[in-house]
């Protein structure tokens, strides 16, 4: 820390520092929390941000700020104000630093100024003013507000009132001990792993242990959070890894679940259903993304049934009730650890079966009338996001090169579903290894490529990517398990759970503003068509033996070996966006 008599000498001192180099400004008659200045100045997502009286900037920011500066000593040594009077903030924050801030802005740079609630954050300019400042520090626990800033504003009720009151808490002596959310979200995906692992033993004591460590599992997935938004430690990859392991870890646990039933019960086979909670929870996911992703930024985004939802919001039981019905993280495994460690694991299955189903049901039904009543027209981004989470291949493509759908505005769901409905109807009824699978496979690729050949901004057609998500992983699950070839089912896991990381990394991407997953990722694993035909390809073809699964554990790892490269590729890279999970409860 440096003091500078004036502006003209703060702008030498921070052109000698390394362009490299995050940088602040303090305004010396300061006086606030420590922790409103944690909030202000040492965040690293933003690249400049605010407080009164602070400003601060990152490598990226700092040459705006270097030329607000040197305007600033050029304007004050011509008599003239550093900002352009009028604007509020210049009204507010009258000191060099606040002056800056208003400059950065009007040149175009984003200036973020966090919300401090009861945390004082002033400059005094009279002794009266600064003994009423210093008497608001001394009003209020700064490490109090801290702890409670820790913990995301809208969770689950498992979550807010059964891990939060002491994971916080955790998080604060992971901080101290100098821990980071990346070790503890680590941490929490082994833990998970080893629960897996006890439940696989098929024994009562694994069950036990498994249903522990799952739990304990969860604990850590709230203190990585936690200790990231306590310490202001976060990072793009940290956001990386916390989006994608909490799906890993769930996945992995149906599996160790699938694995101890066949061991402990003998002749239990679960894995069908083990794949069926995986492919409804994954299709959960998409229809939420695909939804908000739709409407987010809707122009005269109104509607009756969502004026009603803020109504029930208004009323404390209601908020709580309607966030357990979803069945989110928290309660989920809950109910899973619980279950696991006092029933067996096709009880665990059947439970999470029918409670995600009518989770399913309750979310898509209000999104459906949310469509169906409100007034909105959906911008381009919104059309552009709800194609890339369609994740059409080289099959469709061509399709919508050459034909458009036919105009209305529930042409493009009509298409998927009754496409989607061929395809599932011919892997359940068809005669097995028959082509007419396969031709209902071409029919589907035609049909989901007319579905997508003009811009998705319907009322409905967030409803297209979940659909195709639905066709394929239903696909899988009902050829795979009508083969009745030995560890056929086991292999279509993996492969949906390949797919779907790369269907999650997409979602990520979009979040973070950076789009899609690269076109020639998307030809190479083949789009949700292609990947459909070769799977109903492969059960015409290979009959016989354990051919079929050998082909679904091969096309497993070549999607996951290319998906994983490319993603990790690119979420180590200076590109990547910081994807953050306040308010996501699933």
């Not at 630093?97 to 954050?121: M, Y």
């Not at 694991?345 to 059947?350: C, G, H, L, N």
């Not at 059309?383 to 036919?406: I, K, N």
């Not at 910081?578 to 409860?585: M, P, Q, R, T």
Request: proline residues 5%; aromatic residues 8%; glycine residues 8%.
């Amino acid at each position: 820390m440096t003091a500078a008599a004036d502006a003209a000498e703060a702008a030498a001192l921070l052109a000698a520092v390394p362009a490299s180099r995050r940088v602040a400004l303090v305004d010396p008659r300061f006086v606030g929390h420590v922790h409103a200045l944690r909030l202000g100045l040492t965040d690293p997502r933003f690249a400049a941000a605010s407080i009164p009286g602070a400003l601060t900037a990152q490598p990226e920011a700092r040459p705006a700020l270097l030329r607000a500066l040197q305007r600033a000593v050029a304007a004050v040594g011509a008599g003239s104000p550093v900002a352009p009077p009028g604007t509020a903030s210049d009204a507010e924050d009258r000191t060099v630093p606040g002056r800056l801030a208003v400059a950065l802005h009007a040149e175009g740079t984003a200036v973020q100024r966090p919300e401090l609630g009861s945390l004082t954050a002033a400059v005094p300019t009279g002794p009266g003013e600064r003994t009423a400042a210093r008497a608001a520090v001394t009003a209020v626990d700064d490490e109090a507000v801290r702890l409670r800033g820790a913990v995301k504003a809208h969770d689950g009720f498992f979550t807010t009132f059964f891990i939060s009151p002491y994971s916080r808490y955790i998080a604060r002596w992971c901080a101290r001990r100098g821990l980071t959310p990346n070790q503890v979200t680590t941490a929490s995906l082994i833990t998970a792993l080893i629960a897996a692992g006890s439940a696989a033993t098929g024994t009562r004591g694994g069950y036990v242990a498994a249903g522990v460590l799952l739990l304990l599992s969860f604990v850590l997935d709230c203190t990585d959070g936690q200790l990231a938004r306590y310490s202001l430690q976060y990072s793009t990859m940290g956001a990386w890894l916390d989006a994608t392991f909490d799906r890993a870890k769930e996945y992995a646990y149906y599996a160790g679940l699938a694995l101890g039933a066949a061991r402990g019960g003998g002749s239990d086979d679960v894995w069908v259903l083990a794949l069926g909670a995986m492919v409804l929870q994954a299709c959960r996911h998409v229809v939420d993304f695909s939804f908000n992703e739709a409407n987010h930024d809707a122009v005269s985004n109104t509607s009756p049934t969502a004026a009603l939802s803020d109504r029930l919001d208004s009323v404390g039981w209601t908020v709580w009730l309607r966030r357990m019905i979803v069945l989110p993280i928290g309660e989920r495994w809950a109910m899973i650890a619980v279950l696991t460690a006092v029933t067996t694991p096709r009880i665990v299955f059947y439970a999470l079966l029918i409670g995600c189903a009518l989770a399913a049901c309750y979310t898509t039904a209000g999104r459906l009338l949310r469509s169906l009543t409100r007034k909105a027209q959906r911008t381009d981004r919104a059309a552009r996001a709800l194609a890339d989470l369609a994740d059409s291949g080289p099959l469709a493509q061509g399709v919508a090169a050459v034909l458009r759908r036919p105009g209305g505005g529930f042409t493009a769901p009509f298409l998927a579903l009754a496409g989607a409905l061929v395809m599932v109807a011919a892997a359940l009824f068809a005669p097995y290894g028959g082509w007419l699978t396969v031709g209902a496979a071409a029919v589907y690729a035609a049909v989901s490529g007319l579905a997508v050949s003009r811009p998705l901004k319907g009322a409905l057609d967030w409803l297209v990517p979940p659909v195709f998500r639905a066709a394929e992983y239903c696909t899988l699950l009902v050829l795979a398990a009508r083969s009745d070839v030995p560890h056929a089912v086991p292999a279509a896991f993996g492969l949906v759970s390949a797919v779907a990381y790369h269907h999650y990394d997409t979602v990520y991407r979009i979040r973070g503003g950076t789009g899609a997953p690269p076109q020639w990722l998307v030809r190479t694993i083949g789009g949700h068509e292609g990947r459909t035909l070769v799977v109903a390809v492969l059960a015409a073809v290979l009959i016989q033996g354990s051919g079929f699964t050998t082909a679904l554990t091969a096309l497993a790892a070549a999607v996951a070996l290319v998906v994983l490269v490319e993603s990790i590729r690119f979420w180590v890279s200076s590109s990547a966006p910081a994807v953050h999970d306040e308010g996501e409860l699933a």
